[in-house]
């Protein structure tokens, strides 16, 4: 039985509520199709048999947009969440592209591939598992000679922002940092030259509108003061500081090529 099918209500763990909250969405992020395809062509379309990572790929939304995007390519897809993968091995057997792709497993932070594997890494919304400037480290030895990182990370848009968004930042992602500074760990990584756009805050609404629908029907199906409630209320206060404050922080989409 995976998390987000449980049997009854008074079974589930915070993490299966959790997971339950995200249940029947596509993205699990913020994002959207126009900005991965603007993402596309920041890296540049190659007609060219690319061997491609999607790290943190969750239901794979963005992995079967590239798989498109580069039709000769193959593409590996990591997540830990295996029910996303089958998600993902799905949706791909149904748009006929399954044979492109390889769904992997494993952690971020523990990628077993050899040096030079990859010509294209790929990470919406996702390499804050592992923190930004790790990610970006760690994960270069995995590129080909001329090969890009492409992924999404959290960013301030303002010099200062209002207390309760720097706290919820504070306790959630001390990490998060201004553009400038994440060009700085681009560079100090070692990567050649980089590239970057802003996600629009449409693409936050995108992610957040179909997750207040479900934390709002799941709210009246559990007790108040329950372990439940207190999953959904920490998923409201986020969705709700961005809602009051969508011109203080976005994520930004960087290219680096090495
Ligand atoms: C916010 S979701 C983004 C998913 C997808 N890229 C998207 O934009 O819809 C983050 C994903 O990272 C995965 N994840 C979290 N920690 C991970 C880890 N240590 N290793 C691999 N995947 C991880 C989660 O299961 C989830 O699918």
């Known amino acids: 039985m995976s998390a987000n099918t ?25 994002g959207s199709e126009s900005s991965t395809l603007r993402a596309v062509e920041m890296v540049g379309r190659r007609d060219e048999p690319l061997r491609i990572l999607d790290v943190g790929c969750g239901n794979g939304v963005q992995t ?36 492109r792709l390889t769904t992997v497993c494993s952690s971020m932070d523990a990628l077993d591939f050899p040096d030079g594997s990859f010509d294209l890494i790929w990470s919406e919304g996702a390499i804050y598992n592992i923190g930004f400037e ?53 560079e100090a990584a070692g990567y050649r030259r980089h590239d970057h756009f802003i996600l629009p805050a449409a693409d936050w609404h995108a992610y957040y509108d179909p997750l207040q629908t479900n934390i709002t029907r799941m709210r009246a199906e559990y007790p108040a003061h329950s372990p439940a409630r207190d999953v959904l209320d920490t998923l ?9 404050h969508e011109t203080e922080y976005s994520y930004a989409f960087y290219a680096m090529w090495v």
């Open 6 to 30: 449980p049997t009854s209500r008074d079974d589930l763990s915070p993490e299966a509520v959790f997971f339950q909250a995200f249940h029947g969405m596509g993205r699990l992020g913020p």
């Open 64 to 99: 079967l947009l590239l798989t498109e995007a580069w039709p000769r390519a193959t593409v590996t897809a990591v997540d830990n969440y295996q029910p996303f993968l089958e998600t993902l091995m799905q949706e791909a057997t149904r748009r006929g592209c399954a044979d």
């Open 134 to 186: 790790r990610g970006i480290r760690e994960w270069k030895r995995l590129l080909a000679p001329g090969g890009a990182l492409a992924c999404s990370e959290a960013c301030w848009l303002v010099d200062a922002a209002s207390p309760d968004v720097a706290a919820f930042w504070h306790a959630e992602y001390p990490q998060i940092a201004p553009v400038a500074v994440q060009l700085k760990q681009i």
């Open 236 to 244: 409201q206060h986020e969705i709700n500081l961005f809602r009051a």
